[in-house]
Each structure stands twice: as structure tokens, then as C-alpha cells.
């Protein structure tokens, strides 16, 4: 995949030229004497090897596909919370407003039923994404909110970081925090574990907080081992391993599991990732079955590199602003990167 050919913009939809609504419909013989040309080596269901997304009036911090693969939705500086069709031309068929500054971190909701985003208008919202409503905003933070993410199976919690320095645990059942855990530096990057019984919090001061969900007034387990602020963080879907994003210009992969053995958890490092003047919050995800993972960027490039080789297999050209995030789709070799040069790119990845 080459991220600097881009096939397809998908901006306002021009009145006057009839929408194109995926042949198969329209001329089916026509269809199938063009599929062997259109479908040549081709690796997914996107319409181009790469489509460029266009829309966005700010720099992109964050974006994650639905979990059925259909919807890409994107948070912006521009306030705006914008959805797109993966497949097709990749239309931007909705955008949720009620944020009143810019949009850090989007995450669905497991069963794809509601979306939640973080602000740094110091709030965390979540949106019915079928009708664009905002259904709720979670006010408790009292600077901006850096980071949040949801329980992946189980009791509806969401956990959110921020620049006060807390941690805060919201049950959506009840729809308020219901616990915060105090810290002295900002708060830059949170996630649950698997299981939803420990809270990461990567922070200003280099290191990972620990918190037990069930014993919440204990002190924190720490990972150290960065040497700069780290500015994302996940949890692998087999949730054994928790990957790091720093300042430090590295990617840090520890051993979370409860019961491992010695003191340092820190198992890999991994370089080709850069963080820039701009300290932006750079983040790192792992691919639907951890075989891979990608790293936003302050070098213009989509890196990502193959778990199995434990090597940079990626490094993807075609932004002109840095790479603040990469998300995987969940069913097809598909990536989305959302770049400060206020452009989103969705592309196909090769063998």
C-alpha cells in the first residue's frame, strides 16, 4: 500500500453528479467483466487500495473502526466527531457536535451500539452514533481530558485520564464517576485490562500506574523504564501484553499478565516511532489478533510492525503533519490514519 495515491475524496457529495451506488445494483453483467480488473491482487473490500478522507477543518487526534467494520468515526480539533462509510466512496455520512474544544480520543462501544470521545473542554461525552445524538456528557475533570477507554465485556465502565492528575472510573449504568484515583502528574493515556480489573494510566513522569479495580485505595503497581512522558497505550486483545507509546521516542511492550514472575514487566522495546516539539499525543494500538501494531508518528509516516518477526514491516509515506493515530479494522487488512494535516487515509495492507 502506498498512502501518497490516494483513489477517492469524500468531502460534500456534489448535487449535480448522480451518486454512484456500487454497480453490482446498476449493471450486473457490466460488474462482473470488471471485477477481475478492479479486484486485481487485491486484499479487502475498500473501494480503492487507498481512499483519502477529507472533511475534517483541524488536525485528526484519534479515529477507531466500528466493530462490524462498517464505520470509521474520527474526533477532531475542529470539535467535530465525523463518521464515514468504510466501504463504497467512503462517504461522511454524519458528524456529532457538543464538544466544546478539540476531540483526543474515540473509542465504540463493544456491541458497535454507542460511541464515546474525550475533550479537552475537560469532558467526556457518548453519542448514539445511529442518530448523531449526544446522549450523555460525564463532567468531573477540572483541566483537560487526555484519554479515555471502555471495559471490553461485562459491567459498562469507562475510564478517563486527564491534565488534573486523576484517573476516574464512570459505570454508565449510573452514569457518574464512582471513583478517582489521585495522581501528581498529568495523566496522558488510560486503558482497562482484558478483564476489566486493573486501570493503566500512562502519565506525565515517565511511568505506567497500575490500579486495582478491587482493591482502589491501595497504591499503584509502576512501570518505569520510559525516559519521556508516554502519550498512548493498549491492551493486547489476548490481554497478556500492554504496549507503550513515549516521548522517549520508543515503543515499550511489557508483560501485564497478573502472576508474571521478576520486576521488570518491560519485554520488548521497539524504535522508528518519533515524538517532535509538538508533544502531541501519539498513540499505539495492536491489530485484531496482535500480529501487528502501529505507533502514531511525528515523522509524517504510518509505522507498524509485524509481532510475529518483531520488526518495523510498514512505514508508510503520503501525510504532510504527524501521525497522531492508527486504528486496524477488525475484520479485513484495512488501516485508518488520523494526521495533523487534518487528513484521515484508509488503506489496504499487502502480504
Given amino acids: 500500500m502506498a498512502l501518497a495515491i490516494a483513489r477517492s475524496g469524500a468531502g460534500e457529495a456534489d448535487p449535480k453528479r448522480a451518486r454512484y451506488t456500487g454497480g453490482a445494483e446498476l449493471v450486473p453483467a457490466l460488474q462482473e467483466q470488471l471485477i477481475h480488473v478492479q479486484h486485481v491482487n487485491r486484499k479487502s473490500g475498500l473501494f480503492g487500495p487507498t481512499m483519502l478522507l477529507t472533511g475534517h477543518e483541524g488536525e485528526v487526534f484519534s479515529g477507531e473502526f466500528s466493530p462490524d467494520g462498517r464505520t470509521l468515526a474520527t474526533g477532531s480539533f475542529d470539535k467535530g466527531v465525523f463518521l464515514w462509510q468504510v466501504y463504497g466512496e467512503c462517504e461522511n455520512y454524519g458528524v456529532m457536535r457538543g464538544h466544546g474544544n478539540a476531540v483526543l480520543e474515540t473509542h465504540w462501544k463493544h456491541d458497535g451500539t454507542q460511541l464515546y470521545t474525550c475533550s479537552a473542554d475537560k469532558s467526556v461525552c457518548v453519542w448514539d452514533p445511529d442518530s448523531g445524538k449526544r446522549l450523555k456528557k460525564l463532567n468531573g475533570h477540572t483541566a ?51 478483564a476489566s480489573e486493573r486501570i493503566f494510566s500512562g502519565s506525565l513522569d515517565n511511568t505506567v500506574l497500575i490500579y486495582d479495580m478491587r482493591m482502589r485505595d491501595a497504591d499503584p503497581e509502576v512501570l518505569e523504564g520510559h525516559t519521556d512522558s508516554i502519550t498512548g497505550l493498549d491492551v493486547s486483545k489476548d490481554g497478556n501484553f500492554l504496549a507503550t507509546n513515549g516521548m522517549d521516542n520508543t515503543v515499550r511492550i511489557w508483560d501485564v499478565r497478573p502472576f508474571a514472575g521478576g520486576r521488570n514487566r518491560c519485554l520488548r522495546v521497539l524504535r522508528g516511532a518519533t515524538h517532535n516539539f509538538e508533544k502531541n499525543l501519539l498513540r499505539v494500538r495492536w491489530s485484531e489478533k496482535d500480529a501487528m501494531l502501529a505507533a502514531g508518528s511525528a515523522d509524517q509516516n504510518v509505522n507498524i510492525w509485524d509481532m510475529r518477526q518483531l520488526q518495523l514491516a510498514y512505514k508508510l509515506p503520503g501525510h504532510t503533519g504527524s501521525v497522531n493515530e492508527i486504528c486496524f479494522h477488525p475484520k479485513e487488512p484495512i488501516i485508518a490514519s488520523m494526521a495533523s494535516d487534518r487528513l484521515v487515509f484508509m488503506g489496504e495492507l499487502g502480504d
Avoid at 156 to 167: A, E, F, I, K, Q
Avoid at 185 to 190: G, M, S
Wanted: some cysteine.
Fill in 144 to 194: 483537560i481530558v487526555n484519554s479515555m477507554q471502555t471495559s471490553r465485556r461485562g459491567v459498562p465502565y469507562l475510564v478517563s485520564g486527564g491534565d488534573d492528575g486523576t484517573t476516574k472510573l464512570w459505570d454508565l449504568r449510573v452514569r457518574r464517576c464512582v471513583h478517582t484515583f489521585e495522581h501528581q502528574y498529568q495523566i496522558l493515556a488510560v486503558s482497562f485490562d482484558d
